[in-house]
Structure formats: structure tokens, C-alpha cells
């Protein structure tokens, strides 16, 4: 049976390389190239504030003064400065077009970097470009919580085996497998648009 939606995550899939971005904001804060990074993923405080903000429990705000504490630089719209050379990753934005003109759904599902006072999601204009939208902070939960899956298929009106989840972090497939959702795991966006499209040429055509 054809599938009838993909479900994309945001950061990585639907952008350029989240680590490469981090890595060229720590250099250009004069800190050493992996601090910014091991800070928001890997520093405990640092883990506990992405999982707070992630859930809406904290402003963004709030996150960006812990996390410059961690790093001993000013706090000042940090979120902002630290995706400032984040971009749209266009094959991927493009086959995503592509797949949503051929008639399947396509939904956004991302754990939330906060949306005030930056929205890094305005650029993609994802509530135009897609039929669901699901960020973590406005349902107050975050990947990999099996919920936040259950709720993107109930919007999408699908049921598991009828969709594909593209993401660039392998944990965030359980769920989605027990759900009987297709995963892909984003990579290189050649192979990534590579693998995708082999999923959905029945819908595309060639």
C-alpha cells in the first residue's frame, strides 16, 4: 500500500547541519569549536535546560541565560545568534514540496527551540507548506515520548503504516517503529532524498 504522509523533523532534516551550525557559532564567540555544542547536549544542566524548553516548561529566555552561564559568554538572544547560519536545506525542502503536490500529507514534528523572542521556524513557513505542524512546546511533550507521535498521526488523520519519519537522531525511531511508522534516518541530504524517494515513487512517479 502507497504511503499516504511523511512526517519530517525540523533541525537537520529540513535545515543544514545543526552541529556544523553550532560548531561555527562557538568559533565565531571566540570559544573553543565543540563548547557550544557540548553544552546544549552533552553538559547535564545544559541537557536538562534543551529538555525544559523542549516541553515548554521555560522561556527561551530562560534557556538563553543558562546556557550562556555554562558557556561564560553574554546571554543576550542567544538562540538567535547561536542558528544565526542555519539555512533551509533545499533538497530537502523541495522533495518535501514535491511529495505534498503529489497528494500525500506532509507534517512538521520537532522539539521545540522556543519561538519568543526568536522564532527560528518563521523562515520555513511551515504552517503554509504542511498540513500538520507539531512542536513540542505547544503540546507539552517532546520526542521521544510516544505521545507526541500518537497526536501527529491523529491530526494527520493516518494511522502508522500509512506514514514515513525522517529524522536525524536515531532514538527518536522507537516510538515510531511500535507505532508501525517507516523511519529514515536523515544523514547526508543526497542519501537522505535518495532513500525517501525510493519509499514514495509510487506516488511521485519517476
Not at 535546560?49 to 546556557?67: D, F, H, K, M, V
Not at 517532546?142 to 493516518?158: D, F, S, V
Request: proline content about 6%.
Amino acid at each position: 500500500m502507497p504511503y499516504k504522509a511523511v512526517i519530517f523533523d525540523f533541525g537537520g532534516v529540513l535545515t543544514t547541519n545543526l552541529d556544523e551550525t553550532a560548531r561555527v557559532f562557538a568559533r565565531e564567540s571566540g570559544l573553543p569549536e565543540d563548547a557550544y555544542l557540548h553544552a546544549v547536549s552533552a553538559h547535564p544542566t545544559g541537557r536538562h535546560l534543551n529538555a525544559q524548553l523542549e516541553r515548554g516548561e521555560i522561556s527561551q529566555e530562560a534557556w538563553n541565560t543558562g546556557i550562556a552561564a555554562l558557556l561564560g559568554i553574554d546571554g543576550t538572544d542567544l538562540m538567535r545568534r547561536a542558528l544565526a547560519t542555519l539555512h533551509p536545506e533545499p533538497a530537502l525542502v523541495e522533495l518535501a514540496r514535491a511529495i505534498r503536490t503529489a497528494g500525500l500529507k506532509t507534517a512538521v514534528l520537532s522539539n521545540s527551540m522556543g519561538m519568543n523572542p526568536f522564532n527560528p521556524y518563521e523562515p520555513w513557513d511551515l504552517y503554509e507548506r504542511h498540513d500538520v505542524v507539531v512542536l513540542s512546546e505547544e503540546v507539552r511533550m517532546r520526542k521521544p515520548e510516544r505521545q507526541i507521535y500518537e497526536i501527529t498521526l491523529e491530526r494527520l488523520g493516518h494511522l502508522g503504516h500509512e506514514c514515513i519519519f525522517v529524522d536525524d537522531i536515531e532514538a527518536n525511531f522507537h516510538p515510531a517503529r511500535e507505532l508501525g511508522i517507516t523511519p529514515v534516518l536523515a544523514t547526508e541530504p543526497t542519501r537522505t532524498v535518495q532513500q525517501l524517494r525510493q519509499l514514495v515513487t509510487p506516488s511521485l512517479g519517476s
